[in-house]
């Protein structure tokens, strides 16, 4: 998936910050989940950023 365009890669990075994920199994949650959907524990994370590319 090439990510030329500033604009989409933009797009797809808060897409992909736009989650939490649960720190006990793992899980994707909605970023305004309160608890996991798999599990119901709370201890969930924003996903880390992982800026690739020049400069980074
Ligand atoms: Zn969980």
Do not use: F, T, W, Y
């Amino acid at each position: 998936m090439a990510l030329n365009d500033p604009v989409k890669r933009k797009i797809v990075l808060q897409r992909v910050l736009n989650k939490l994920i649960c720190r006990k199994c793992g899980a994707i949650n909605s970023p305004r989940a309160k608890k996991c959907r798999r599990c119901g524990s709370r201890n969930l994370r924003l996903k880390k950023a992982e800026l690739r590319g020049k400069g980074a």
